[in-house]
Structures are given as C-alpha cells and as structure tokens.
C-alpha cells in the first residue's frame, strides 16, 4: 500500500509539471493562478512527490483547464 501511494505521488507531480508546461506556464505562473502557493510549493508536488489537498487539486485541475480526471490520468505520462 505504502508504495502504491508513493508511486501516485509521483505520478502525480510529473502529470501536474506535464500540463503546467503544455499550458506554457512556468512553476511561479502556476503559484500565483492558486492564490497563497508559493513556486516552492508547485515543485514539491512536482519533484518531490508533495500531497496537495482535494481543494488544492481541484484549484490545480481548474488553473490548467483539466478535469479531476484527466490530472490524474496517469497513461498521458512521457
């Protein structure tokens, strides 16, 4: 279970930074866009594989004009 989640993490960040720069948006555009992050923060849930809250995922799927579904669709991955 523990690397089941671990490997969400992870494919998560890389599917946030995938549609971050298909939308042309740096990490600090995409800070500003959630109101309150910081570039920090983007590349923690990037790179480090950081746990961002249900609200925030909504806010991030919004911000690059995604839904739930396809932020988390992991099969659209490089």
Not at 11 to 18: C, D, F, H
Request: avoid cysteine.
């Amino acid at each position: 279970m523990q690397e089941d989640v671990r490997k969400f993490r992870i494919n998560l960040g890389r599917r946030i930074g995938q549609l971050r720069k298909r939308k042309d948006l740096d990490q600090t555009e995409l800070a500003a866009i959630l109101n309150g992050k910081d570039k920090q923060a983007i590349n923690r849930y990037e790179k480090q594989g950081a746990n961002p809250t249900a609200f925030l995922l909504v806010q991030i799927a919004k911000a690059l004009s995604v839904s739930l579904d396809e932020l988390t669709d992991f099969s659209e991955l490089d």
